[in-house]
């Protein structure tokens, strides 16, 4: 476990790696499928993408 970190965040963050897995495993039909039902009013355009979180790049291991 890290330093620092409750249960809470330790949940969230083995969540967001579970859907950030399942969004790599997915075929594109299955992408398109999720983009549209997740773009609402209709009139909206599809958003086929995952949004990107700000903030500094991971440091490379050397």
């Known amino acids: 476990m890290r330093e620092h970190t409750t ?6 963050r083995k969540e967001q790696k579970q859907q ?12 398109l499928d999720k983009a ?8 909206d355009p ?3 993408q995952s949004p990107v979180k700000p903030g500094a790049p991971k440091k490379r291991r050397q």
């Not at 399942?22 to 299955?30: C, I, K, V, Y």
């Not at 549209?36 to 009139?43: E, G, Q, R």
């Open 46 to 48: 599809v958003a086929a």
């Open 20 to 31: 950030r897995k399942a969004e790599r495993e997915s075929t594109p039909e299955q992408q």
């Open 7 to 12: 249960p809470a965040v330790e949940s969230l």
């Open 36 to 43: 549209l039902k997740d773009t609402f009013p209709a009139s």
